[in-house]
């Protein structure tokens, strides 16, 4: 469990500059403090509750239900991934780790099992990490208000995204697992020029798994032609 807090450590500065712009975020839509602190412990999912912040007040809740519901269908494929690494687990230890599963400590357990060195615990531990780091600093954006500058003015935007290629080089292997990273990159990059909405990460998952698929029968078959 320490391995997990530790390894989440580096990706916590990222964690609490958009935990601050959450909670002032919160605050202005007409959220108490407690509120907005109620909202990342019951929801937990960044991406989705700044778009329910900025459906609040355009749109009823059937809407922000669904739109969040899109956003964060991804989770699908994450828990697909890692879920022969989690064969065996008691069902409760599983529901354990997925309610609190972000995107960054999917990447972190999902390395960690891959290099032989993950544990449920080393799960564990990472997602309590982002878990009370993202409430606190929620809480904390929401005390303070609009002191809080807006984190890309000092570049903090771009913690997530380069830490998502470092681990990324983790899973590259050989040649099929590179030419799926790259299709998979150029496919969510497209569907976002073309697409509306947050539908083309699915939609690049999907067919970015379909093409590793294809890629590693025609590998197989032509070793065993």
């Keep these: 469990m320490r391995r997990g807090v530790l390894a989440a450590a580096p990706l916590l500065p990222g964690v609490i500059a958009f935990g601050l712009l959450y909670g002032v975020m919160a605050r202005q839509v007409g959220f108490s403090p407690w509120e907005a602190l109620a909202m990342s412990l019951i929801v937990h999912a960044g991406s989705a509750q700044f778009v329910a912040l900025g459906l609040w007040d355009a749109a009823g809740p059937v809407a922000i239900i669904m739109t969040t519901l899109v956003i964060n269908l991804r989770h699908l494929l994450m828990g697909a991934s890692i879920a022969p690494h989690l064969r065996g687990l008691p069902t409760a ?20 099992y891959e290099q032989g060195r993950g544990s449920r615990w080393f799960f564990l531990g990472a997602n309590l990490s982002f878990y009370v780091t993202w409430a606190l600093s929620g809480l904390l954006g929401a005390l303070l208000g609009a002191a809080i500058p807006d984190p890309s003015r000092y570049g903090l935007d771009l913690i997530f995204p380069l830490a998502f290629l470092g681990l990324l080089v983790v899973f590259l292997q050989n040649r099929i697992d590179v030419t799926v990273a790259l299709a998979s990159g150029g496919l969510a990059l497209l569907g976002a020029l073309l697409l509306p909405g947050s539908w083309y990460v699915i939609l690049a998952g999907l067919l970015g798994a379909g093409l590793g698929l294809l890629l590693e029968e025609g590998e197989r078959m032509w070793r065993h032609s």
């Design 93 to 112: 230890w599983k529901a354990l780790l997925a309610l609190w599963m972000s995107d960054e400590t999917y990447a972190l357990a999902l390395a960690a």
